[in-house]
């Protein structure tokens, strides 16, 4: 999923239509979700959430 979103230059919805098309037998991410987890990778060094204990 990030490499397509790389390799269509951090076009989200590119890289969705591009993900569909590679891997038609998987489920495929939409835009908001390869943004969000680009923005958690950049931001906490880490793909899954960071859950905060409560």
Do not use: T, W
């Not at 951090?10 to 390869?34: F, T």
Request: proline share 6%; charged share 30%; with cysteine.
């Amino acid at each position: 999923m990030l490499l397509c979103f790389g390799a269509a230059d951090n076009n989200a919805a590119e890289a969705s239509r591009e993900y569909a098309r590679l891997y038609p037998n998987r489920r495929h991410p939409d835009a908001k979700v390869i943004r969000r987890v680009d923005q958690r990778l950049r931001e906490n060094g880490q793909i899954m959430p960071i859950y905060v204990n409560r």
